[in-house]
């Protein structure tokens, strides 16, 4: 997995390898308008929720400043009550994974290396079985 800067809603950069510390990454390429997206979030929270603390969560946001602004994601936090953390880009996610597909959910081990991705819904137990698969690979 390259190195890529993400921002925090606050603006502030930070590199791909400053969130991961060392520990699997599953990053959840979303936007508030999008119904798949809408529908795996509660699974998503809970997962953030149980292994927050071994692997680390990205949820990037498909910020395009019209159809998704900070106003818009801010509401949508809001109305969801959603707790992970939320970064944007510059489109480098998408280019790199040449995907435009919403959601896109990307799995990478505790090296650095990809373990598996998904375009569009994940079921929770396809998200459970990938989250504990990071836990185990050696």
């Known amino acids: 997995m390259p190195n890529l800067p993400f921002f925090t809603l606050d603006g502030e950069e930070i590199l791909f390898e400053d969130i991961r510390k060392g520990k699997p990454v599953v990053i959840n390429y979303f936007a508030s308008w999008c119904p798949p997206c809408k529908e795996e979030l509660p699974h998503f929270q809970r997962a953030f929720d149980e292994y927050g603390d ?6 990037l946001n498909a910020m395009d400043g019209q159809r998704e602004t900070k106003a818009t994601l801010e509401t949508f936090v809001k109305q969801t009550n959603f707790t992970g953390p939320i970064y944007t880009d510059e489109g480098l996610f998408g280019y790199v994974f040449q995907t435009n597909s919403l959601p896109t959910t990307v799995f990478v081990n505790a090296d650095g290396t ?19 698969a990071l836990l185990t690979q050696e």
């Open 114 to 132: 990809l373990a598996n991705g998904y375009l569009g819904y994940v079921s929770e137990s396809v998200l459970i079985e990938n989250l504990e």
């Open 54 to 59: 071994r692997i680390s969560f990205i949820f």
